[in-house]
């Protein structure tokens, strides 16, 4: 091939035709059908995917393309982002999908040709907020450009992934409050205590509840610790979730499970006291992940 003309020729062929095809099918996007190599649009979404991780690995920036398609029967967000070569948090962010329990049967999946996380401009999603929080120094500072995803204006945060605390929220949904009912007396970060009266760090939140309220595992997992009259938590009970992430549950009037012990997610494990360092019954509840206290609302629903 001379001149490089039979690849230049090829190329443009191929593009007249996704022109046409989702053009003529009303779609904004080129619709890729199958996420297999026979199929001629998926052919071509993995050249580009290909040209853009090249791209980075040199320093430039790719041009980001977007690509549609509807996921089949048992399709899930990693099985998609494996057969795609596109990490599973640019397809969550790009979709808005907040949860690995999301059905994709049925859904029609917006595949960017760049690796990134897409931040919306106006943040709905728990996952979504969490990742505006985190960026918002350099969003403000006007560091990312603006793309449109189906008319939704987004900041896109080329080749950045989620941080360890929302890959664990992405990846460990489904948790349980640990009390149906409550009053939220103390958030999460710095306070002057109710106890000493000086200004520390409050490495839980502060449920307020009637004495001998139901307290529940707000995940399943297997009970680390069973504290008795601890002179700060009082009666207490740690359970380990796994991938590092640990909830503790803390003034309690009794405990119902044992060291060793494997609990449910919303599984009842004691309930509301007056027990350790507290000025009224409630629930001081902790989540860790790796040993470093996490704000607890960011993983509640």
């Known amino acids: 091939m001379k001149n490089g003309s039979g690849p230049k020729k090829i190329f443009f062929t191929i593009n007249l035709f996704l022109f046409f095809l989702f053009s003529s099918s009303g779609d904004i996007y080129p619709v890729i059908t199958e996420i297999k190599s026979q199929n001629i649009i998926f052919a071509q979404y993995q050249q ?38 596109i990490r599973y948090d640019t397809l969550a962010t790009a979709n808005g999908i907040d949860s690995t ?23 709905q999603t728990q996952i979504e907020i969490l990742l505006a929080k985190e960026h918002s120094v ?5 560091k990312y450009p603006t793309v449109y995803i189906n008319e939704r204006p987004y900041y896109f945060l080329q080749n950045l992934s989620f941080s360890q605390t929302e890959r664990t929220y992405f990846l460990n949904t489904g948790m349980f409050l640990p009390l149906k009912k409550s009053v939220l007396t103390s958030e999460f970060g710095m306070r002057i205590s109710p106890i000493s009266g000086q200004w520390k760090k409050h490495n839980g939140i502060d449920m307020a509840a009637p004495l001998g309220t139901a307290v529940y595992s707000c995940k399943s997992g297997i009970v680390q610790t069973v504290g008795v009259m601890d002179a700060v938590y009082g009666n207490y ?31 009842n494990i004691g309930h509301v006291g007056l027990t350790g360092a507290t000025t009224g019954p409630h629930l001081h509840f902790e989540i860790r992940l790796n040993g470093t206290a996490k704000d607890p609302q960011q993983y509640l629903k």
């Open 138 to 142: 350099d969003i403000l500072a006007g």
């Open 237 to 267: 009970i740690i359970i380990d979730h796994g991938s590092g992430m640990t909830s503790l549950y803390a003034h309690l009037k009794d405990t119902l499970v044992k060291k060793g012990e494997r609990v449910s997610g919303g599984q």
């Open 48 to 85: 580009e995917v290909e040209e853009a991780n090249m791209a980075m690995a040199r320093g430039k920036n790719p041009y980001l393309n977007l690509y549609s398609y509807v996921a089949k029967k048992d399709e899930t967000m990693f099985t998609v982002s494996a057969r795609c070569s």
């Open 101 to 123: 329990q999301t059905s994709l049967e049925g859904k029609k999946l917006v595949l960017p040709t760049v690796n990134g996380i897409f931040v919306p401009h106006t943040p």
